[in-house]
T-cell receptor, first 110, second 110 residues
Framework: EAGVVQSPRYKIIEKKQPVAFWCNPISGHNTLYWYRQNLGQGPELLIRYENEEAVDDSQLPKDRFSAERLKGVDSTLKIQPAELGDSAVYLC????????FGPGTRLTVL | GQNIDQPTEMTATEGAIVQINCTYQTSGFNGLFWYQQHAGEAPTFLSYNVLDGLEEKGRFSSFLSRSKGYSYLLLKELQMKDSASYLCAVRDENTDKLIFGTGTRLQVFP
């Protein structure tokens, strides 16, 4: 069974540029999460979806971050414009009970 | 409020036993998770405790005391490949959100 798939794995952009990350969860997992993980820290939740509905986006910086999960399967997370402080690993996870994480996208903003 | 504490770093010798402690304070508790994360990789699920006591799974065991807000992960017969960060995470009963600690970086030496 395929795990959580994310792309791209790495992204380097200049500040003020837009960037988007894509996630395909494990089949049958209705709950999808986007986390941000800074170096030496644990993951911090940005947004959680139940099917296509965002049920917790309290930690998402809505001035520059947006996310969508059309049709309740794949999801995209966008940053526009990116800032230097956005450099981090962006992890997608899906769950039925315990959460399974994707490999993450390592974003570097120059 | 929510607070999760675990040691930043630990070292151990191959073949030995190591215990990684985690203490937590949350407004509502609905389970504690341990994840393993190798450098540059996604967290992988190790264990889940929701009731007090010890859960054993091969070389890894996890213990929970809800009254003390305390858990530990016990790793036996350490192998070099066990060198990784170990993340303690608590699920908040009210929000169903996973709150992660900063992780304990374990280095196993020959």
């Amino acid at each position: 069974e395929a795990g959580v798939v994310q792309s791209p794995r790495y992204k380097i952009i200049e500040k003020k540029q837009p960037v988007a990350f894509w996630c395909n969860p494990i089949s049958g997992h209705n709950t999808l999460y986007w986390y941000r993980q800074n170096l030496g820290q644990g993951p911090e939740l940005l947004i959680r979806y139940e099917n296509e509905e965002a049920v917790d986006d309290s930690q998402l910086p809505k001035d520059r971050f947006s996310a969508e999960r059309l049709k309740g399967v794949d999801s995209t997370l966008k940053i526009q414009p990116a800032e230097l402080g956005d450099s981090a690993v962006y992890l997608c996870a899906s769950s039925y009970n315990e959460q399974f994480f994707g490999p993450g996208t390592r974003l570097t903003v120059l | 409020g929510q607070n999760i504490d675990q040691p930043t770093e630990m070292t151990a010798t191959e073949g030995a036993i190591v215990q990684i402690n985690c203490t937590y304070q949350t407004s509502g508790f609905n389970g504690l998770f341990w994840y393993q994360q190798h450098a540059g990789e996604a967290p992988t699920f190790l264990s889940y405790n929701v009731l007090d006591g010890l859960e054993e799974k091969g070389r890894f065991s996890s213990f929970l005391s809800r009254s003390k807000g305390y858990s530990y992960l016990l790793l036996k017969e350490l192998q070099m490949k066990d060198s990784a960060s170990y993340l303690c995470a608590v699920r908040d009963e009210n929000t169903d959100k996973l709150i992660f600690g900063t992780g304990t970086r374990l280095q196993v030496f020959p």
